[in-house]
Nanobody, 117 residues
Framework: QVQLVESGGGLVQPGGSLRLSCAAS????????MGWYRQAPGKQRELVAQ???????NYASSVSGRFTISMDGAKNTASLQMNSLKPEDTAVYYC???????????WGKGTLVTVSS
């Protein structure tokens, strides 16, 4: 069993900032990577940012330069700092982790981010 607890969503005005956090716990030894995905109404879920235990980071082009992902491998936590938010960033944001060794993916329940004036 793997549990993911997400926090930090909410309502913010355009140009504002939010910080999302994800904490993983349960029956695993270590994580291969942690990431954030989002799904806007009527759209498919998409990758926002992903960070590997090796240090490799991937960003969607739409958030590059505005969002920053970080990970604490010892604590199995990840954060997504979101700056210069735009209305099109409005979505449910999901934390996803992949276990080292097995490659099993696990998803959080999601946290809503609304960017609106």
């Amino acid at each position: 069993q793997v549990q993911l607890v997400e926090s930090g969503g909410g309502l913010v005005q355009p140009g504002g900032s939010l910080r999302l956090s994800c904490a993983a716990s349960g029956d695993f030894f270590s994580l291969n990577n942690m990431g954030w995905y989002r799904q806007a109404p009527g759209k498919q879920r998409e990758l926002v940012a992903q960070i590997f235990s090796s240090g490799t980071i991937n960003y969607a082009s739409s958030v590059s330069g505005r969002f920053t992902i970080s990970m604490d491998g010892a604590k199995n936590t990840a954060s997504l700092q979101m700056n210069s938010l735009k209305p099109e960033d409005t979505a449910v944001y999901y934390c996803r982790v992949v276990l080292a060794g097995t490659g099993e993916p696990h998803w959080g329940k999601g946290t809503l981010v609304t960017v609106s004036s």
